[in-house]
């Protein structure tokens, strides 16, 4: 059955009119692009803040969404007509399975344009109706750390009603900054190439045989364009191929995954380019907690 994924972006919105509206534009490509090389077929629509997908599997395509870079959450959402018989019969119904004896919920109410109600009302009087409702199981109202929360936002003509949110990447829509080329040898090099394409760099990845598991379950996946090029484990042929890379894409710079020691000794074998290192500043422990995290957002 079809359904709609709610997609929240955060940070591209703060930009000024024209920029936001090449980065939203970037995004929506990206979307799509994920869509279409999954084999998966999806309709795009939009307003301000938020874009919806119509998909046939709706759970399939949130985790698509959730590798798409500028994409803050996400979620399973059904909609209907904002109106308030309607939204209460609709959250009544969908939150009979989710309720179970002596559970604690929270009715969390947004809305946009003008309603004859607030955002406090409708939460008030949503949380009254699931209680009167289900008086049998012994329910309680938490707001502060509810079992179960119940998510109702109102967004002009139509309502969204949805349970939970799946985290995204964040950061910027590929393809708004420059071009990188990225040596993934580990997880250290993982990272950075990561890092630099939340800040909407396309990065090209040069990938060692320590590097592929990597690349290929993880990083290929937030980039399905992403160029790879495999080499040996030796520094000569990983050099040669950083080198090569940078200048068939045209790459504005370098990502290394090296310490402070290593880029006071900055080689001059790549030319006037900038070298990155992003996880110059995170112990090994850290380089290893934030890849289990970007590792899961592309299962």
């Known amino acids: 059955m079809t359904g709609t994924v709610l997609v929240r972006y955060g940070e591209l919105a703060l930009k000024s009119p024209p ?5 939203e534009s970037a995004l929506r490509r990206n979307l799509l692009d994920q869509f279409v090389r999954a084999g998966r077929s999806a309709r795009l629509r939009s307003d301000r803040g938020h874009l919806y997908l119509d998909a046939d599997d709706p759970g ?29 019969d609709r959250l009544l119904a969908l939150s009979d399975a989710r309720l179970t004896a002596g559970s604690s ?26 209680l009167e409702r289900h008086a049998d199981r012994g329910l309680r109202v ?28 964040g950061g910027l829509p590929l393809g708004v900054a420059g071009r990188l080329v990225a040596l993934v040898d580990g997880a250290r090099g993982a990272v950075g190439a990561f890092l630099m394409m939340k800040r909407g760099c396309r990065v ?11 690349v290929d379950p993880v990083l290929a996946r937030f980039d399905p364009a992403a160029v790879v090029v495999r080499v040996d484990g030796t520094a000569s042929a990983w050099n040669g191929a950083l080198a090569d890379l940078a200048d068939r894409t045209h790459a504005d710079g370098i990502v290394v995954p090296w310490t402070v020691e290593a880029l006071a000794d900055r080689p001059e074998r790549w030319g006037d380019r900038v070298i990155f290192s992003p996880t110059v500043g995170l112990t090994d422990g850290e380089v290893d907690a ?5 590792a899961r957002l592309a299962e």
């Open 19 to 23: 920029v936001r509206r090449e980065f």
């Open 60 to 88: 399939a395509a949130v985790r698509l969404v959730r590798r798409v870079f500028g994409v803050t959450s996400a979620s399973v959402a059904e909609e209907v007509p904002t109106d308030r018989a309607v939204i209460r």
């Open 105 to 130: 919920f929270a009715v969390r109410a947004r809305r946009t344009g003008q309603h004859p109600f607030t955002s406090q009302e409708l939460a008030r009087d949503l949380g009254g109706d699931v």
């Open 142 to 169: 938490d707001l502060d750390h509810p079992q179960v929360e119940l998510h109702v936002e109102v967004r002009g003509p139509r309502t969204y009603l949805y349970f939970d949110r799946e985290d995204g990447p």
């Open 204 to 214: 090209a990845l040069v990938a060692p045989p320590t590097g592929a598991p990597f």
């Open 290 to 294: 934030r890849w289990t995290t970007i």
